[in-house]
């Protein structure tokens, strides 16, 4: 059975920071890009940053120079550290596994929630 399970949301001040881990079970975690996707009320859901497979990394414009993703495939667990937080920010983050050759096999998440205060 496949889990990913999200950890470190909670409430900060805006400029403040915050690292997202997400840990993953049941799945070849090399083989598969990561990305962490958020969801605002009232809006879509959107994909903040990328890492493929083989390390290589892309953001969302809004949050360039804020946030970085990281990978740790000897503990199947990505990470997203986020600086400089701000209210726009606001939103349920979502860990998303994308396997790099088999692109059917797509897993999310449950969310972690992460509110900036002004």
């Known amino acids: 059975q496949v889990q990913l399970v999200e950890s470190g949301g909670g409430l900060v001040q805006s400029g403040g920071s915050l690292r997202l881990s997400c840990g993953a079970s049941?799945?070849?975690?090399?083989?598969?890009?990561m990305n962490w996707y958020r969801q605002a009320p009232g809006k879509q859901r959107e994909l903040v940053a990328r890492i493929t497979h083989l390390g290589s990394t892309n953001y969302v414009d809004s949050v360039k120079g804020r946030f970085t993703i990281s990978r740790d495939n000897a503990k199947a667990t990505v990470y997203l550290q986020m600086i400089n937080l701000k209210p726009d920010d606001t939103a349920i983050y979502y860990c998303?596994?994308?396997?790099?050759?088999?692109?059917?096999?797509?897993?999310w998440g449950q969310g972690t929630q992460v509110t900036v205060s002004t």
């Open positions: 049941g799945i070849i975690f090399s083989v598969y890009e």
């Open positions: 998303n596994a994308k396997n790099a050759m088999v692109a059917t096999s797509v897993y």
